[in-house]
């Protein structure tokens, strides 16, 4: 088996609370099987043998704008907005036979019978397009939103999109209310609904 795995990033920052992150990754492999079995074998008086090559590939791809803010002296601001791209690739084909003519010769040409071939082929791309948004106040109350649209290829052309969006809200009680010392460290309520999407 060959395999390469290969990542590159890009970053820029406009300023001390804006950013543009640039990212794109393979994953690729080539394997080879070759199967023999022995003549004269108790299931396989007349030898066996098989050649396959299985192919695949996935390509990963996203642009990522980023936003960190602290808009007054209480209230604090993140956001980001991006979009990906995943395109995976798999091919394997092969040949097989179940009888051979001359021991220990392992062909496909040295065969008493036609290969029997095989091949199959899958491709599968998913685009993407996602924000999200958080609100902090006072470092004690937080709000973060997120929504995501994706368009998959195994879909249906007219109808491959769907859209999941979450919502979280969260309290550290802790730092507003007056705690006794040693009673409780730390203490968060958090509330959340998250719709999940999946072709």
Do not use: C, H
């Not at 704008?65 to 907005?81: H, Y």
């Amino acid at each position: 088996e060959n395999r390469f795995i290969g990542s590159s990033s890009l970053k820029y920052q406009f300023n001390k609370w804006l950013s543009l992150k640039a990212r794109a990754g393979i994953d690729y492999s080539n394997q080879q099987i070759e199967l023999k079995r022995a003549y004269y074998g108790i299931t396989t008086p007349e030898g066996k043998y098989s050649v396959s090559n299985n192919f695949r590939q996935e390509v990963n791809a996203d642009v990522l704008l980023s936003a960190v803010k602290n808009i007054t002296k209480d209230l604090s601001f993140s956001a980001n907005v991006g979009a990906n791209i995943m395109n995976r690739l798999y091919r394997s084909q092969g040949s097989y036979v179940g009888r051979l003519v001359v021991a220990d010769n392992y062909s496909l040409a040295n065969a008493k019978e036609t290969p029997t071939t095989s091949y199959y082929k899958s491709e599968k791309e998913i685009q993407s397009a996602y924000a999200s948004i958080s609100l902090g106040y006072k470092n004690q109350v937080y709000l973060d939103l997120t929504g995501r649209n994706d368009w998959s290829s195994t879909l249906a052309a007219a109808n491959n999109s769907y859209f999941y969006p979450s919502a979280t809200a969260s309290w550290i009680f802790s730092k507003t209310l007056i705690v006794k010392p040693g009673l409780l460290s730390f203490g968060r309520l958090r509330l959340s609904v998250a719709r999940v999407g999946n072709d």
